[in-house]
């Protein structure tokens, strides 16, 4: 994995000017676009699509230097106007192009990534892998925005919002694995962008001929290959720490990689305040 990402990191810096054909590079490289993207992201501490603006907006910072045509310039890099040029590069920049022509900065470049081996692994990882006929997700939904360290008070806050009884009646309607309630992440950004709107579900998993009461909303998962990560100890930072884990760790040296599904997540055990739990992290995975 590692040197498939140095050759997209490569791939990127020669089409900086280009369309940039992610899907493409990624199937000649043998895997997925959906598994190259969160990967990078996972590794990079930032989208992909976020890292090709930066190292574009850092190598147009020289032609705005250059005093070369505004217009020009914006279209190289794949802007339709100078405006739009523009915002892209206070964004990263924090000045205008005009700004810099005049006082010759600031900037803020942004090196070209280079991913290098790291020998860790020393804490073993809880890890199973299972095959899984269709089933589906019931329970209620809502939209909500990505947070990748602490609690989502998003999250907090809709579960909050449902009366104990409902969760009583979710867990009576469980019956396949995942077991028990289960808090789902669907229809997640590619990228895995901070910030980013995800579907938050608060449910179970059922057969696929199970009956399910019309208020709930549902999710449809088809069969497929899960892996299964289990940890323990504080909540949510054990868990979050094992989910980071996956992509420095285990998927580099394992012949899984990512396909797109939800992730779910199975308390199995918790204190009464939350403050540590026992978890299953499912990840849908397929052969590398």
Not at 62 to 85: C, K, N, P
Not at 90 to 99: F, I, L, N, Q
Request: aromatic share 8%.
């Amino acid at each position: 994995m590692i040197a498939v990402l140095n050759r997209l990191v490569e791939y990127v810096e020669h089409h900086l000017t280009e369309e940039i054909d992610i899907a493409g590079l990624a199937s000649s490289l043998g895997t997925t676009e959906y598994h190259l993207r969160r990967m990078f992201s996972s590794l990079a501490g930032m989208p992909l699509s976020e890292y090709v603006r930066r190292r574009r907006m850092a190598v147009a910072a020289a032609d705005v230097l250059g005093g070369g045509d505004l217009l020009g310039i914006a279209v190289r890099f794949g802007y339709g106007s100078t405006e739009a040029f523009s915002r892209a590069f206070r964004s990263v920049h924090g000045v205008s192009p005009a700004d810099v022509r005049r006082n010759g900065g600031p900037l803020r470049t942004q090196p070209q990534l280079r991913f290098r081996l790291t020998v860790e692994g020393n804490t073993p990882m809880d890890t199973r892998i299972s095959d899984r006929p269709a089933f589906r997700l019931v329970g209620h939904s809502a939209r909500v925005p990505l947070i990748h360290e602490g609690a989502n008070p998003h999250i907090q806050a809709f579960i909050a919002s449902l009366p104990p009884a409902e969760h009583v009646r979710l867990k009576g309607l469980s019956d396949t694995e995942p077991a028990g309630l289960l808090q789902v992440s669907a229809d997640v950004d590619p990228d895995y962008s901070e910030g980013s709107e995800l579907t938050y579900l608060h449910g179970v998993a059922v057969g696929e001929s199970s009956a399910v009461p019309e208020d709930l909303d549902t999710i449809e998962v088809p069969a497929g290959t899960w892996a299964v990560f289990r940890t323990e100890g504080p909540y949510p930072a054990a868990l979050q720490s094992t989910w980071a884990a996956t992509a420095t760790d285990w998927f580099p040296s394992n012949p899984w990689r990512l396909r797109p599904g939800p992730s779910i997540v199975a308390v199995l055990e918790r204190a009464d305040d939350f403050s540590t739990a026992t978890c299953e992290l499912w990840l849908p995975v397929e052969r590398a």
